[in-house]
């Protein structure tokens, strides 16, 4: 479910987030920051020649300006105490082995979004567990494979609440469009290695289900369609984006693709990206 429906408060840990002001972020610096990440590369990587070392070395300090850069956006929302924890300084080591050896290509923006999420305050052992894997599951995965993780995640279990028509899914819809259409046409090797990484499941029997009937009758039905196929016509003439999505969807046959919890992961913090902050708990719970 998307909607307006979190809150941020600040907490005994000193941070605070004022609307429309600057951000206060009392956490580790970004000096900080870089020298742990600085720190898991030279005691963790193999040794290297001297231009692949200085690679992986520029590689780890970008990742740093990222992960410092999404601490302090989301802020209000994190337990800074948690860096602390031998099992998030593990994640955050595991992050920085995959941006040393593939910098751009091991998606140091998604592997941020997910270790601020496992310092977050919304937390548990279980969703612990499943961020931990996600972010040694993402470097094993292209672009394009996450990008049809988060295609998946977004037709088949997200609902957009409160809206009067369907025109108003337009804009959604193209957010979520334009990260995840590199993702649509994935061949059945590719998928099959996303089944392989653990994050998610092929089933061997077609369904068949018709997304638009699905969702005319599940989550949409407070829209008042008939039917899958009145559902369909109404997002073709007002919301083209979003309908290419679930076009998308039935295309692919997703309704025979089961995301594991990593996979739902991995596509929270893809989506993330496109439409803002996003309550994992409520997938991974």
């Not at 040794?47 to 740093?64: C, M, P, T, W």
């Not at 599940?218 to 290419?244: C, D, M, V, W």
Request: charged fraction near 20%; aromatic fraction near 6%.
């Amino acid at each position: 479910m998307i909607g307006d429906k979190q809150n941020q408060n600040v907490g005994s840990n000193g941070l605070a987030l004022q609307a429309a002001r600057d951000i206060h972020y009392h956490g580790p610096s970004v000096t900080e920051i870089k020298e742990l990440c600085e720190l898991f590369l030279e005691k963790n990587f193999p040794i290297l020649r001297q231009e692949a070392i200085q690679a992986a070395q520029q590689q780890v300090k970008d990742f740093s300006v990222v992960l410092e850069k999404t601490l302090i956006e989301n802020s209000a929302d994190l337990v800074i105490e948690k860096f602390r924890e031998p099992d998030v300084q593990a994640a955050i080591n595991d992050a920085v082995q995959a941006c040393a050896r593939k910098g751009a290509k091991a998606s140091p923006d998604l592997l941020s979004n997910l270790i601020v999420e496992r310092i977050s305050k919304q937390s548990s052992d279980y969703k612990d567990i499943v961020l931990n894997e996600a972010i040694q599951v993402i470097p094993r995965l292209t672009p394009n494979q996450i990008s049809f993780i988060a295609l998946h995640n977004f037709c088949a279990s997200m609902v957009i609440q409160g809206l009067s028509n369907t025109r108003q899914l337009e804009d959604m819809g193209r957010k979520v469009l334009a990260i995840t259409e590199n993702g649509m046409n994935l061949s059945d090797s590719q998928k099959r290695h996303i089944e392989y990484t653990g994050a998610l499941t092929i089933s061997s029997i077609s369904r068949g289900d018709d997304i638009y009937d699905l969702l005319a009758k599940g989550g949409y039905k407070y829209l008042h369609f008939e039917s899958g196929a009145q559902f369909k016509a109404a997002l073709t003439h007002s919301a083209p984006s979003f309908n290419r999505l679930l076009a998308a969807y039935d295309k692919e046959a997703l309704s025979n693709i089961s995301l594991t919890s990593v996979g739902q992961a991995i596509a929270l913090a893809h989506l993330s990206s496109a439409v803002g902050k996003i309550d994992y708990s409520i997938w991974i719970a």
